[in-house]
């Protein structure tokens, strides 16, 4: 019998049936194929649904298998892969995207089934990042359709693939990130190494750390020379931010001293909340003069700016001392469109070094991928420095699990509204 994937839930079930697959004028026999994507379950005839593209013919082969057993869960997995057994539902809610543009949507998902490195977990929270909106109206990365958006969360361990049950078990709290989504959701799978515990951050607060948290670790500790800069002056632009709040934060963690800059009173009030050694209003004062006049007319030894706007890259190479660094974020073509190759040539003209830091290159880029390690250091790191005192993420907003409240979120985000600090979506 091809292996069987999926969850049984109803007890007065006692009988197992295996029906013929699809015919096609083509196939006339059951090629013996192992199935093991369960797609659904149809509740009304208490059966999974089980497709799979015939290997000879590429049409759609489907059997149909009513499941016996009571409540705990069935997988049959590769034998390199264990699972263990837990009360789980069998579909779960998901705020997804039926087609790039449309609006937000409930839907209900499969659980998913486990590799040997992948912790199933139970999502608490999941935060808004800048990407999810963008990705919303556009799937640039092809996501099969529906997806679902959502890129870093906190939660509990509720599945362990074989790999993981030294470093994790069930019950486990947990704060992460998926490369692939599917955050906005009440489960999500994610790879062992991209997983750390949580420890004694809030659930709310963790779910922060995947990706804003991570982008202002990777670029400040991994890729810029944060350390050569200590006692220093650090320019941070877009200060209050999601990822800029967190890079401000880590430049007094290393001994800079932190000019912010904001224009909005709720950015202000933020600023002065982390107390940064001193705060630019922009909507009011020249940023560039005051940058040159708290250095004596040097500029800042390091300048980061995670704004993705023309006008702040270009103000933001002016304040580079010479032989300092400006630290820059996204990919090529993220910085191509918002221009800021326009200012290279002024950044490399006062000496200073133009560092790239696109913290997407470590799930697309073998060359980085064998430095994951790195960044779950560097998720450790976070917990630590939350359990110390030295690093707080400042949420603003707290999303409801509702695809009317996500859908407002991501216009309120692209309209400049609730960039402030982060948003969390509550999806427990």
Same mark, same amino acid.
């Given at each position: 019998?091809?292996?069987?994937?999926?969850?049984?839930?109803?007890?007065?079930?006692?009988?197992?049936?295996?029906?013929?697959?699809?015919?096609?004028?083509?196939?006339?026999?059951?090629?013996?194929?192992?199935?093991?994507?369960?797609?659904?379950?149809?509740?009304?005839?208490?059966?999974?649904?089980?497709?799979?593209?015939?290997?000879?013919?590429?049409?759609?082969?489907?059997?149909?298998?009513?499941?016996?057993?009571?409540?705990?869960?069935?997988?049959?997995?590769?034998?390199?892969?264990?699972?263990?057994?837990?009360?789980?539902?069998?579909?779960?809610?998901?705020?997804?995207?039926?087609?790039?543009?449309?609006?937000?949507?409930?839907?209900?998902?499969?659980?998913?089934?486990?590799?040997?490195?992948?912790?199933?977990?139970?999502?608490?929270?999941?935060?808004?990042?800048?990407?999810?909106?963008?990705?919303?109206?556009?799937?640039?990365?092809?996501?099969?359709?529906?997806?679902?958006?959502?890129?870093?969360?906190?939660?509990?361990?509720?599945?362990?693939?074989?790999?993981?049950?030294?470093?994790?078990?069930?019950?486990?709290?947990? !704060?992460?990130?998926?490369?692939?989504?599917?955050?906005?959701?009440?489960?999500?799978?994610? *790879?062992?190494?991209?997983?750390?515990?949580?420890?004694?951050?809030?659930?709310?607060?963790?779910?922060?750390?995947?990706?804003?948290?991570?982008?202002?670790?990777?670029?400040?500790?991994?890729?810029?020379?944060?350390?050569?800069?200590?006692?220093?002056?650090?320019?941070?632009?877009?200060?209050?931010?999601?990822?800029?709040?967190?890079?401000?934060?880590?430049?007094?963690?290393?001994?800079?001293?932190?000019?912010?800059?904001?224009?909005?009173?709720?950015?202000?009030?933020?600023?002065?909340?982390?107390?940064?050694?001193?705060?630019?209003?922009?909507?009011?004062?020249?940023?560039?003069?005051?940058?040159?006049?708290?250095?004596?007319?040097?500029?800042?030894?390091?300048?980061?700016?995670?704004?993705?706007?023309?006008?702040?890259?270009?103000?933001?190479?002016?304040?580079?001392?010479?032989?300092?660094?400006?630290?820059?974020?996204?990919?090529?073509?993220?910085?191509?469109?918002?221009?800021?190759?326009?200012?290279?040539?002024?950044?490399?003209?006062?000496?200073?070094?133009?560092?790239?830091?696109?913290?997407?290159?470590?799930?697309?880029?073998?060359?980085?991928?064998?430095?994951?390690? *790195?960044?779950?250091?560097?998720? *450790?790191?976070?917990?630590?420095?939350?359990?110390?005192?030295? !690093?707080?993420?400042?949420?603003?907003?707290?999303?409801?699990?509702?695809?009317?409240?996500?859908?407002?979120?991501?216009?309120?985000?692209?309209?400049?509204?609730?960039?402030?600090?982060?948003?969390?979506?509550?999806?427990?």
């Amino acid at each position: 019998m091809p292996s069987l994937l999926g969850f049984a839930c109803c007890p007065q079930w006692a009988r197992t049936s295996l029906l013929a697959p699809m015919q096609h004028p083509d196939i006339n026999q059951d090629c013996g194929a192992d199935f093991r994507d369960c797609r659904a379950m149809d509740c009304a005839t208490h059966s999974f649904i089980m497709r799979k593209e015939h290997p000879r013919a590429g049409v759609p082969y489907v059997k149909e298998i009513i499941m016996p057993e009571p409540v705990p869960l069935i997988r049959e997995r590769p034998a390199s892969a264990v699972s263990q057994e837990i009360t789980l539902p069998i579909s779960f809610r998901a705020l997804a995207i039926e087609q790039a543009g449309e609006a937000v949507s409930m839907q209900r998902k499969s659980i998913m089934a486990l590799h040997e490195d992948d912790v199933l977990i139970r999502i608490d929270y999941a935060s808004i990042n800048k990407m999810d909106p963008g990705l919303a109206r556009v799937n640039v990365f092809n996501f099969p359709l529906p997806y679902v958006l959502g890129f870093d969360f906190s939660g509990e361990v509720v599945g362990l693939g074989a790999q993981c049950q030294e470093a994790f078990k069930v019950g486990d709290e947990v !704060l992460g990130r998926s490369l692939t989504g599917s955050c906005f959701a009440e489960y999500v799978v994610a *790879k062992r190494e991209n997983i750390v515990h949580r420890g004694a951050v809030p659930a709310p607060e963790a779910s922060t750390y995947g990706v804003a948290y991570l982008t202002a670790y990777e670029s400040l500790v991994m890729t810029g020379g944060i350390e050569q800069h200590r006692g220093k002056w650090i320019y941070v632009a877009g200060a209050a931010g999601g990822v800029g709040h967190f890079a401000a934060q880590i430049a007094k963690l290393y001994g800079l001293k932190v000019v912010g800059s904001a224009g909005k009173a709720a950015s202000l009030n933020l600023l002065k909340e982390l107390e940064l050694d001193h705060v630019i209003d922009y909507s009011k004062q020249d940023v560039v003069q005051e940058v040159m006049n708290l250095t004596g007319g040097k500029g800042a030894d390091l300048v980061y700016d995670s704004t993705y706007t023309q006008s702040s890259y270009a103000q933001s190479a002016v304040v580079v001392a010479r032989g300092g660094e400006y630290i820059r974020l996204g990919t090529e073509a993220q910085v191509a469109r918002a221009g800021a190759n326009d200012v290279q040539s002024v950044v490399e003209g006062r000496g200073a070094r133009m560092v790239i830091s696109d913290l997407g290159r470590y799930a697309r880029d073998p060359l980085y991928q064998a430095q994951t390690a *790195k960044l779950t250091d560097g998720l *450790k790191q976070a917990v630590s420095w939350y359990e110390s005192g030295h !690093l707080k993420p400042a949420i603003t907003a707290t999303v409801p699990f509702d695809a009317a409240a996500l859908q407002q979120a991501f216009g309120d985000f692209l309209k400049g509204t609730n960039n402030v600090g982060k948003v969390v979506v509550r999806c427990a």
